[in-house]
């Protein structure tokens, strides 16, 4: 997949939560290291479906990170000949849509701050 990495899962964790795996943010319904809302995060977790939507205190590490690389993986092959950088396309993407980020012709204006701060740590991250 054109801009996944290693390098960029960090940097969206370190922009989403500073790593910080016990984050909540009720007002917003986002929970742990990656800010899964519950709703979402239940058709990537493995099982799918077949497994309870996972209640705040069960978005862990463990099933926030691999659950981010799936739903990257399904939804960036939408973003096949979107100008713009890969990487902060499928970031863009995390935040909203792979639909929105198509409509936009790239990273929406509305979301050019989040991926500003994504690019920043993605610099930090990827191997020199």
């Keep these: 997949m054109p801009g996944l ?3 960029l899962i960090a940097a969206m ?5 500073g ?8 007002a ?5 290291i990656a800010r899964w809302t519950p709703h979402v995060l239940v058709h990537w977790q493995p099982g799918g479906l077949d497994n309870p ?3 705040p205190e069960e978005i ?15 939804w960036g092959k939408d973003l096949e000949g979107v100008p713009g950088d890969p990487a ?4 863009a993407t995390y935040r909203t849509s792979s639909r929105t980020v198509v409509e936009a012709g790239g990273v ?16 930090d991250y990827r191997p020199r």
Excluded: Q, W
Aim: glycine content about 4%.
């Design 5 to 7: 990495s290693p390098a």
């Design 13 to 17: 964790l370190k922009a989403e939560s």
């Design 19 to 26: 790593f910080d795996p016990h984050l909540a943010d009720p």
């Design 28 to 32: 917003k319904d986002e929970y742990g």
């Design 53 to 55: 939507e996972p209640r």
């Design 60 to 74: 862990t590490p463990e099933l926030s990170i691999p659950a981010m690389g799936r739903f990257l993986c399904y």
């Design 88 to 91: 902060l396309n499928l970031a």
């Design 108 to 123: 929406p204006a509305e979301y050019r701050a989040y991926a500003a701060r994504v690019r920043r740590y993605l610099d």
